[in-house]
């Protein structure tokens, strides 16, 4: 199936659009003021998306980090469809047709044993279960999804399609079958699967163990077509146990970014499934994947033989106390200086940009709009919302200002999903999100290829 992609003009500060019922507000300032017709586009996906009446708790179950992936000239999209099945679209960019397959040999169910978590692994609608994607050096694309304590649910592509996208005609018979592992034994309690790469490295994260407040963290490698490690005692970085608390946490880390070849991990920590339990940003960082150094460049932990533990010295780079407001979530990223940036829930409320000096390693922060961080390819560190593309200097805390508003109702029926990977390649932002069945992307050029 394909779509057509539809591109809206942006000669006038307001433009409405019946299809989407939106508009988008260019920003006077200077800084915006780049922003012209020629730099903002909107296409649809397709009309299929999971409707919001088949999930009984109402939650918003498709895009996430993942959920929008370029790889050599294309990009990708990856949802959960009106079929109850993952649906993944390709189209060529700048502008080309979308096209959409939905896979057909699994669907989303209420009573389907889904894994040994009991009745949380048998939920449905729950927002843990979105479908998330990568695409590896080697052109496979990786599917994982329907995950909330749940027996793995994973896929990809039979050949090498992405890395010569024209040469296959886009059908459900260019992936394989759903497995439950990942060349090893069987691996269950899994949840918040994610995908990671720098166009070289390609790693996988996955909670195994147990729930919040108790629950593991583990990473995979993948290169030349295996994982390696693929087992879940091999992949285990973070341990769930420490000497605090009721002698167990779990760590929920913004997705793990691999920059010129170095692992960066932020993350903080939560003692119980009451989200006012959550304390603490933590911070390490590998160059191999397997030995892992706090922020002070200390050897912390060996993946596999020795874990990080919420005790483990030099770990906590920002120490915030159980009881406040700050809340697991937010986003992390690392500029082409090698800065490290998170953005999250402070301990007040209010957002909060922690940032890493790649030099003096030291960590400072200030108070800042609330979004997702992407690192632009130069000096400029992006934050967007439902409503805004922000921009601000990747050093120091420099003024925000906003480059572009968008009427959230795109996203009134879904969460916000950000291609993570494109800006890098071609200078543009990408996000996607869906208003009814209507699944739709919105580009922004921000900077030259």
Same mark, same amino acid.
């Given at each position: 199936?394909?779509?057509?992609?539809?591109?809206?003009?942006?000669?006038?500060?307001?433009?409405?659009?019946?299809?989407?019922?939106?508009?988008?507000?260019?920003?006077?300032?200077?800084?915006?003021?780049?922003?012209?017709?020629?730099?903002?586009?909107?296409?649809?996906?397709?009309?299929?998306?999971?409707?919001?009446?088949?999930?009984?708790?109402?939650?918003?179950?498709?895009?996430?980090?993942?959920?929008?992936?370029?790889?050599?000239?294309?990009?990708?999209?990856?949802?959960?469809?009106?079929?109850?099945?993952?649906?993944?679209?390709?189209?060529?960019?700048?502008?080309?047709?979308?096209?959409?397959?939905?896979?057909?040999?699994?669907?989303? &169910? +209420?009573?389907?044993?889904?894994?040994?978590?009991? %009745?949380? =692994?048998? !939920?449905? #609608?729950?927002?843990?279960?979105?479908?998330?994607?990568?695409?590896?050096?080697?052109?496979?694309?990786?599917?994982?999804?329907?995950?909330?304590?749940?027996?793995?649910?994973?896929?990809?592509?039979?050949?090498?399609?992405?890395?010569?996208?024209?040469?296959?005609?886009?059908?459900?018979?260019?992936?394989?079958?759903?497995?439950?592992?990942?060349?090893?034994?069987?691996?269950?309690?899994?949840?918040?699967?994610?995908?990671?790469?720098?166009?070289?490295?390609?790693?996988?994260?996955?909670?195994?163990?147990?729930?919040?407040?108790?629950?593991?963290?583990?990473?995979?490698?993948?290169?030349?077509?295996?994982?390696?490690?693929? &087992? +879940?005692?091999?992949?285990?970085?973070?341990?769930? %146990?420490? =000497?605090? !608390?009721? #002698?167990?946490?779990?760590?929920?880390?913004?997705?793990?970014?691999?920059?010129?070849?170095?692992?960066?991990?932020?993350?903080?920590?939560?003692?119980?499934?009451?989200?006012?339990?959550?304390?603490?940003?933590?911070?390490?960082?590998?160059?191999?994947?397997?030995?892992?150094?706090?922020?002070?460049?200390?050897?912390?932990?060996?993946?596999?033989?020795?874990?990080?533990?919420?005790?483990?010295?030099?770990?906590?780079?920002?120490?915030?106390?159980?009881?406040?407001?700050?809340?697991?979530?937010?986003?992390?990223?690392?500029?082409?200086?090698?800065?490290?940036?998170?953005?999250?829930?402070?301990?007040?409320?209010?957002?909060?940009?922690?940032?890493?000096?790649?030099?003096?390693?030291?960590?400072?922060?200030?108070?800042?709009?609330?979004?997702?961080?992407?690192?632009?390819?130069?000096?400029?560190?992006?934050?967007?919302?439902?409503?805004?593309?922000?921009?601000?200097?990747?050093?120091?805390?420099?003024?925000?200002?906003?480059?572009?508003?968008?009427?959230?109702?795109?996203?009134?029926?879904?969460?916000?999903?950000?291609?993570?990977?494109?800006?890098?390649?071609?200078?543009?932002?990408?996000?996607?999100?869906?208003?009814?069945?209507?699944?739709?992307?919105?580009?922004?050029?921000?900077?030259?290829?």
């Amino acid at each position: 199936m394909s779509i057509c992609s539809h591109r809206i003009p942006m000669t006038m500060k307001r433009i409405g659009h019946a299809l989407y019922g939106l508009y988008i507000v260019v920003a006077s300032s200077s800084l915006a003021s780049q922003l012209t017709d020629e730099n903002i586009s909107i296409s649809v996906v397709a009309q299929n998306g999971m409707p919001k009446h088949i999930v009984k708790l109402g939650s918003r179950w498709n895009f996430g980090y993942g959920s929008l992936w370029t790889h050599k000239g294309w990009q990708y999209a990856a949802y959960w469809d009106d079929a109850k099945q993952v649906s993944i679209a390709r189209r060529e960019l700048p502008s080309g047709d979308w096209s959409v397959v939905s896979l057909p040999d699994y669907q989303r &169910t +209420e009573s389907g044993d889904r894994g040994k978590g009991g %009745r949380k =692994s048998r !939920g449905f #609608g729950d927002g843990h279960e979105k479908v998330v994607m990568g695409i590896s050096p080697d052109g496979i694309i990786h599917l994982s999804f329907d995950h909330h304590l749940s027996t793995l649910r994973y896929r990809t592509s039979l050949e090498p399609v992405a890395n010569n996208p024209a040469a296959y005609e886009w059908t459900a018979d260019l992936f394989g079958p759903v497995q439950d592992n990942l060349g090893g034994h069987k691996i269950t309690f899994v949840t918040y699967p994610s995908f990671s790469t720098d166009g070289e490295h390609f790693a996988l994260y996955l909670r195994l163990g147990g729930g919040s407040g108790s629950a593991n963290s583990h990473f995979f490698a993948y290169k030349d077509g295996k994982w390696s490690p693929n &087992t +879940e005692k091999n992949s285990q970085l973070i341990d769930k %146990r420490w =000497s605090g !608390g009721n #002698g167990t946490v779990n760590a929920y880390p913004h997705v793990m970014v691999i920059h010129n070849g170095r692992r960066h991990l932020t993350w903080c920590w939560r003692d119980t499934p009451d989200s006012s339990t959550c304390h603490d940003l933590c911070y390490a960082y590998s160059d191999d994947g397997i030995t892992w150094k706090n922020s002070r460049g200390d050897v912390v932990a060996e993946k596999g033989k020795r874990f990080i533990a919420a005790d483990t010295p030099g770990i906590a780079v920002w120490d915030i106390p159980p009881g406040t407001r700050f809340l697991n979530g937010g986003s992390m990223a690392v500029d082409a200086d090698g800065r490290v940036h998170v953005l999250m829930r402070g301990e007040d409320g209010p957002y909060v940009h922690f940032q890493r000096d790649p030099t003096s390693w030291e960590w400072t922060r200030k108070k800042s709009a609330s979004g997702k961080l992407i690192a632009g390819k130069g000096r400029y560190l992006y934050i967007i919302s439902n409503r805004e593309l922000m921009r601000t200097l990747t050093k120091g805390f420099g003024k925000i200002e906003t480059i572009a508003s968008v009427n959230d109702e795109l996203f009134k029926d879904s969460s916000m999903g950000i291609d993570r990977t494109r800006v890098q390649q071609d200078g543009w932002i990408s996000v996607i999100g869906q208003s009814g069945k209507t699944v739709s992307v919105v580009d922004y050029q921000v900077e030259n290829r």
